[in-house]
Protein backbone atom coordinates (compact mmCIF):
# COMPACT_ATOMS: atom_id res chain seq x y z
CA UNK A 1 0.00 0.00 0.00
CA UNK A 2 1.30 3.21 -0.73
CA UNK A 3 2.80 5.45 2.33
CA UNK A 4 0.90 8.85 1.34
CA UNK A 5 -2.29 8.50 -0.17
CA UNK A 6 -4.90 11.03 -1.94
CA UNK A 7 -8.55 11.25 -2.91
CA UNK A 8 -9.59 12.34 -5.40
CA UNK A 9 -7.40 11.74 -7.81
CA UNK A 10 -9.35 13.39 -10.39
CA UNK A 11 -11.85 16.30 -9.79
CA UNK A 12 -13.72 18.27 -12.32
CA UNK A 13 -15.90 21.31 -11.05
CA UNK A 14 -17.59 24.04 -11.48
CA UNK A 15 -16.85 28.27 -10.69
CA UNK A 16 -17.65 29.01 -6.97
CA UNK A 17 -18.10 25.47 -5.73
CA UNK A 18 -16.11 23.97 -2.43
CA UNK A 19 -13.87 21.50 -2.85
CA UNK A 20 -12.09 19.56 -0.28
CA UNK A 21 -8.86 17.23 -0.95
CA UNK A 22 -7.95 14.69 1.52
CA UNK A 23 -4.44 13.35 2.14
CA UNK A 24 -3.47 10.39 4.42
CA UNK A 25 -0.35 8.93 5.31
CA UNK A 26 1.16 5.69 7.10
CA UNK A 27 4.76 7.12 7.58
CA UNK A 28 4.45 7.89 10.75
CA UNK A 29 6.02 11.89 10.05
CA UNK A 30 4.83 14.69 11.81
CA UNK A 31 5.24 17.18 9.00
CA UNK A 32 2.80 17.64 6.01
CA UNK A 33 2.60 20.01 2.99
CA UNK A 34 0.53 20.75 0.66
CA UNK A 35 1.96 21.83 -3.10
CA UNK A 36 0.32 22.54 -6.65
CA UNK A 37 2.17 22.44 -9.76
CA UNK A 38 1.23 24.21 -12.86
CA UNK A 39 2.89 23.65 -16.32
CA UNK A 40 6.33 25.92 -16.26
CA UNK A 41 5.85 27.08 -12.87
CA UNK A 42 7.00 24.06 -11.15
CA UNK A 43 6.28 23.10 -7.23
CA UNK A 44 4.60 25.70 -5.43
CA UNK A 45 3.76 25.19 -1.10
CA UNK A 46 0.64 25.74 -0.78
CA UNK A 47 0.48 25.47 3.07
CA UNK A 48 2.35 23.29 5.39
CA UNK A 49 2.19 21.93 9.10
CA UNK A 50 4.46 20.54 11.65
CA UNK A 51 2.56 19.00 13.64
CA UNK A 52 -1.32 18.75 14.82
CA UNK A 53 -1.66 21.88 16.27
CA UNK A 54 1.03 23.86 13.74
CA UNK A 55 -0.01 25.60 10.23
CA UNK A 56 1.42 27.71 8.39
CA UNK A 57 1.37 29.72 4.94
CA UNK A 58 3.02 28.96 1.98
CA UNK A 59 3.85 31.09 -1.02
CA UNK A 60 0.58 30.97 -2.33
CA UNK A 61 -2.21 30.50 0.25
CA UNK A 62 -4.65 32.77 -0.91
CA UNK A 63 -7.88 30.99 -1.82
CA UNK A 64 -7.26 27.69 -0.02
CA UNK A 65 -7.27 26.63 3.61
CA UNK A 66 -6.00 23.60 5.33
CA UNK A 67 -7.03 21.14 8.26
CA UNK A 68 -4.79 18.85 10.37
CA UNK A 69 -7.35 16.70 11.42
CA UNK A 70 -4.81 14.28 13.18
CA UNK A 71 -0.90 13.29 12.91
CA UNK A 72 -1.74 11.14 9.48
CA UNK A 73 -4.41 13.74 8.08
CA UNK A 74 -3.83 17.20 6.29
CA UNK A 75 -6.98 18.56 3.98
CA UNK A 76 -6.53 20.87 1.44
CA UNK A 77 -9.88 23.04 0.73
CA UNK A 78 -10.64 25.78 -1.73
CA UNK A 79 -14.25 27.54 -0.66
CA UNK A 80 -14.97 29.21 -3.61
CA UNK A 81 -13.01 27.50 -6.46
CA UNK A 82 -12.15 29.84 -9.31
CA UNK A 83 -10.66 28.59 -12.56
CA UNK A 84 -7.34 29.32 -11.89
CA UNK A 85 -6.90 27.20 -9.17
CA UNK A 86 -7.04 24.30 -12.19
CA UNK A 87 -3.53 22.21 -11.24
CA UNK A 88 -1.93 19.44 -10.11
CA UNK A 89 -2.21 19.11 -5.97
CA UNK A 90 0.51 17.09 -3.91
CA UNK A 91 0.49 16.21 -0.47
CA UNK A 92 3.94 15.32 0.86
CA UNK A 93 5.23 14.80 4.49
CA UNK A 94 8.75 14.60 6.23
CA UNK A 95 10.25 13.44 8.78
CA UNK A 96 11.40 15.48 12.03
CA UNK A 97 14.85 15.86 12.67
CA UNK A 98 15.09 14.62 15.91
CA UNK A 99 12.36 11.62 15.80
CA UNK A 100 15.30 9.36 15.82
CA UNK A 101 13.80 7.56 13.11
CA UNK A 102 15.77 8.60 10.09
CA UNK A 103 19.48 8.95 8.77
CA UNK A 104 20.94 13.05 9.15
CA UNK A 105 19.60 13.84 6.10
CA UNK A 106 16.20 14.52 7.26
CA UNK A 107 14.90 17.07 4.21
CA UNK A 108 13.53 14.26 2.33
CA UNK A 109 10.01 14.81 1.18
CA UNK A 110 7.49 12.03 0.14
CA UNK A 111 5.11 12.87 -2.45
CA UNK A 112 1.40 11.53 -2.75
CA UNK A 113 -0.04 10.37 -6.60
CA UNK A 114 -1.40 13.81 -6.99
CA UNK A 115 -5.08 15.25 -7.30
CA UNK A 116 -5.79 16.38 -10.92
CA UNK A 117 -8.35 19.48 -10.14
CA UNK A 118 -10.09 21.28 -13.20
CA UNK A 119 -12.51 24.19 -12.32
CA UNK A 120 -14.43 24.67 -14.96
CA UNK B 1 14.20 36.55 -10.45
CA UNK B 2 13.01 33.01 -8.53
CA UNK B 3 16.16 31.73 -5.70
CA UNK B 4 16.09 28.26 -8.21
CA UNK B 5 16.26 28.36 -12.34
CA UNK B 6 15.44 25.55 -13.88
CA UNK B 7 15.23 25.20 -17.39
CA UNK B 8 11.81 23.30 -18.04
CA UNK B 9 12.70 22.28 -21.66
CA UNK B 10 11.83 19.68 -23.22
CA UNK B 11 15.20 17.98 -23.23
CA UNK B 12 14.89 15.10 -26.41
CA UNK B 13 18.21 13.42 -26.59
CA UNK B 14 18.81 9.69 -28.35
CA UNK B 15 19.29 6.10 -25.92
CA UNK B 16 22.78 6.10 -24.54
CA UNK B 17 23.37 9.39 -24.70
CA UNK B 18 24.85 11.52 -21.95
CA UNK B 19 22.53 13.99 -20.24
CA UNK B 20 23.26 17.32 -18.52
CA UNK B 21 20.70 18.71 -16.07
CA UNK B 22 21.03 21.73 -14.31
CA UNK B 23 19.74 24.28 -11.77
CA UNK B 24 21.60 27.53 -10.74
CA UNK B 25 20.54 29.15 -7.29
CA UNK B 26 21.52 32.60 -5.70
CA UNK B 27 20.86 31.95 -1.76
CA UNK B 28 24.27 31.32 -0.47
CA UNK B 29 22.62 29.49 2.49
CA UNK B 30 21.41 26.55 0.66
CA UNK B 31 23.33 23.28 1.88
CA UNK B 32 21.68 20.50 0.83
CA UNK B 33 20.86 20.10 -2.96
CA UNK B 34 18.97 17.39 -3.93
CA UNK B 35 17.16 15.98 -7.31
CA UNK B 36 13.80 14.49 -7.26
CA UNK B 37 12.53 12.95 -10.56
CA UNK B 38 8.54 12.75 -11.35
CA UNK B 39 7.07 10.27 -13.93
CA UNK B 40 4.14 11.24 -15.47
CA UNK B 41 1.14 11.18 -13.55
CA UNK B 42 2.83 10.38 -10.26
CA UNK B 43 4.45 12.57 -7.35
CA UNK B 44 8.24 13.33 -7.32
CA UNK B 45 10.77 10.93 -5.92
CA UNK B 46 13.79 11.49 -4.21
CA UNK B 47 16.49 10.37 -6.74
CA UNK B 48 19.79 11.64 -5.16
CA UNK B 49 21.11 14.58 -2.40
CA UNK B 50 24.30 16.02 -2.06
CA UNK B 51 25.50 18.08 1.29
CA UNK B 52 27.14 20.94 0.28
CA UNK B 53 30.05 20.43 -2.66
CA UNK B 54 31.41 18.19 -4.52
CA UNK B 55 30.23 14.83 -6.57
CA UNK B 56 27.99 11.88 -5.47
CA UNK B 57 27.60 8.93 -7.87
CA UNK B 58 24.47 6.46 -7.54
CA UNK B 59 24.89 4.03 -10.58
CA UNK B 60 24.67 5.99 -14.15
CA UNK B 61 23.90 9.22 -11.87
CA UNK B 62 25.98 11.69 -10.87
CA UNK B 63 25.09 14.84 -8.74
CA UNK B 64 27.32 17.50 -8.55
CA UNK B 65 27.50 20.96 -6.83
CA UNK B 66 29.48 23.87 -7.66
CA UNK B 67 29.07 26.18 -4.85
CA UNK B 68 31.36 28.92 -5.57
CA UNK B 69 29.65 29.36 -9.12
CA UNK B 70 26.19 28.48 -7.47
CA UNK B 71 25.39 25.87 -9.80
CA UNK B 72 24.34 22.33 -9.40
CA UNK B 73 24.18 19.46 -12.31
CA UNK B 74 22.46 15.94 -12.51
CA UNK B 75 24.71 13.84 -15.07
CA UNK B 76 22.89 10.61 -16.79
CA UNK B 77 25.02 8.30 -18.49
CA UNK B 78 24.32 5.41 -20.68
CA UNK B 79 20.69 7.42 -20.76
CA UNK B 80 17.63 4.42 -21.02
CA UNK B 81 14.05 5.69 -22.59
CA UNK B 82 12.69 4.64 -18.80
CA UNK B 83 14.85 7.31 -17.94
CA UNK B 84 12.12 9.75 -19.57
CA UNK B 85 10.72 11.93 -16.96
CA UNK B 86 10.53 15.50 -15.11
CA UNK B 87 13.95 16.35 -13.02
CA UNK B 88 13.48 18.60 -10.41
CA UNK B 89 15.93 20.16 -8.59
CA UNK B 90 15.65 21.28 -4.53
CA UNK B 91 17.32 22.85 -2.52
CA UNK B 92 17.65 23.58 1.66
CA UNK B 93 19.30 24.82 4.46
CA UNK B 94 19.44 21.86 6.37
CA UNK B 95 18.19 21.66 9.61
CA UNK B 96 14.86 20.34 8.45
CA UNK B 97 13.99 23.31 6.73
CA UNK B 98 11.64 23.40 3.54
CA UNK B 99 13.34 22.83 0.23
CA UNK B 100 12.92 25.14 -2.29
CA UNK B 101 12.00 23.54 -5.93
CA UNK B 102 13.18 24.36 -9.65
CA UNK B 103 10.47 24.28 -12.16
CA UNK B 104 11.50 21.16 -13.16
CA UNK B 105 13.10 20.02 -16.60
CA UNK B 106 11.28 17.25 -19.14
CA UNK B 107 13.61 14.76 -20.17
CA UNK B 108 12.95 12.57 -23.19
CA UNK B 109 14.90 9.57 -24.43
CA UNK B 110 14.29 8.30 -27.62
CA UNK B 111 14.80 4.68 -28.70
Known amino acids: DADVTQTPRNRITKTGKRIMLECSQTKGHDRMYWYRQDPGLGLRLIYY???????NKGEISDGYSVSRQAQAKFSLSLESAIPNQTALYFCATSDRGDSGRSAAFTDTQYFGPGTRLTVL | QKEVEQDPGPLSVPEGAIVSLNCTYSNSAFQYFMWYRQYSRKGPELLMY????GNKEDGRFTAQVDKSSKYISLFIRDSQPSDSATYLC???????????FGRGTSLIVHP
Open chain 2, 90 to 100: AMSKGGSYIPT
Open chain 1, 49 to 55: SFDVKDI
Open chain 2, 50 to 53: TYSS
